[in-house]
């Protein structure tokens, strides 16, 4: 026990790091590619926060730079403010009109939503490529849907399921494999569900309401999820590694990065419909333990890791605050409709409002990550 947590340690950093570069350059080059397609200059694309550390300027006067904080990163336009995007008005203003044009602000409505959007559809994208990959060269296990075993005082023993029952459905969704019961049932703690199984080639359906239970993964990790107590095993549930063709395994990443977009979504509603609690969100610590841990797995998995953390980052741009790019298209949004932009002033309060969120969020999940860990050592 005590050579693997060494083992997560030492791998925790530069996992961390590899994992964040990775989504980082990917989110910020969406907006960077699609901002030079569109015909606005960049000032600079930095890894980082914070003083540079290391740069160089390119031949179109765009200022590639490594920054001494790696927990994000940014595309800076012309006509920019800061690293947010905020727009500099006052210099906007002394421009010409056609180095305007060349301005962040001064692009068209579309082109400035193709700019902002981009950099999270990268990020989908960056998962869809990598869960392709995994899924071409190595498979995916899959089980059918057998029950081997009905656990004790589960809900499953409750609602009157047996062993051999074959899973057909749930609340009217085909179950293919056993990780289809899986994904839906853990998501849906307390929610009141209809399970059709085959029992002796006759369709049965069961009223079955999954319990929110807390389980430890195979890291010690606490975890909160909908349970409803069946097991499979190997034999009957004929467990096996389903093999893809390049078309299939890319339409299986991306039925895997809708998932997890799902998963997301249905956890915070979880939380605001007060089936879940929000303690297991979490921030850049819990980030690194996770990319430590998973790391010893091997790279594998450490890439699959990278793929739902990409999914995450670019759910979380989109969020429709100020400073973070669903922000920038809530203003957009709200242009288009006006025909014309947000006042400057209106515009300027939203921002701090905006940060303040965004810096309550980030002091919120560190909390969660600090109590976490202490209820991890207190056992």
Do not use: C
């Not at 790091?17 to 397609?37: A, D, K, N, P």
């Not at 998963?263 to 690194?288: C, E, H, W």
């Not at 790279?299 to 699959?304: K, T």
């Amino acid at each position: 026990m005590t050579g693997l947590l060494s083992n997560q340690l030492a791998l925790m950093v530069p996992a961390f790091l590899l994992v964040i570069s990775l989504i980082v350059f990917i989110h910020e080059m969406g907006h960077y590619l699609v901002g030079r397609w569109s015909g606005i200059r960049i000032m600079a694309f930095s890894f980082g926060f914070g003083p540079e550390l290391w740069g160089f300027t390119d031949k179109h006067g765009t200022r590639w730079k490594i920054s001494a904080i790696p927990l994000g990163g940014y595309v800076r336009f012309y006509g920019d403010a800061d690293a947010a995007s905020t727009p500099d008005f006052e210099a906007l203003d002394e421009l010409p009109p056609e180095e305007r044009a060349r301005t962040f602000t001064g692009a068209k409505l579309w082109k400035r939503a193709a700019t902002v959007a981009a950099g999270p559809i990268a990020n989908f994208l960056l998962a869809i490529v990598i869960l392709s990959g995994i899924f071409m060269a190595y498979g995916k296990f899959a089980a059918d849907p057998i029950v081997a075993q009905v656990k004790p005082d589960s809900a499953a023993a409750e609602a009157g399921i047996i062993p051999g029952d074959l899973l057909v459905s749930i609340d009217g969704n085909p179950i293919v494999t056993f990780d289809d019961v899986q994904r839906y049932v853990s998501i849906r703690p307390s929610v009141p569900m209809t399970l059709t199984v085959k029992r002796q080639g006759e369709a049965v359906n069961i009223p079955i309401t999954p319990k929110l239970t807390e389980i430890k993964d195979r890291f010690g990790n606490k975890i909160e999820l909908g349970i409803i107590g069946i097991v499979i095993d190997k034999n009957g549930g004929n467990l096996r590694v389903v093999h893809f063709t390049p078309l299939e395994a890319v339409a299986e990443a991306v039925r895997e990065t809708g998932h997890i977009v799902t998963s997301t979504f249905r956890y915070i509603g979880n939380i605001f419909a007060g089936r879940m609690k929000a303690d297991q969100l979490g921030g850049p610590i819990a980030v690194a333990q996770a990319a430590g841990q998973v790391a010893t797995l091997g790279i594998i998995a450490l890439l699959h890791l990278a793929a739902v953390l990409s999914v995450s980052i670019g759910l979380l741009n989109l969020m429709p605050v100020p400073v973070l790019d669903g922000g920038h298209l809530m203003f957009y949004a709200v242009e288009a409709l006006r025909g014309k932009p947000v006042g400057e002033t209106a515009q300027g309060v939203l921002f701090r409002v905006g940060m303040f969120l965004v810096l309550s969020l980030m002091v919120f999940v560190t909390w969660n990550d600090i109590t976490r860990n202490i209820s991890n050592w207190l056992g």
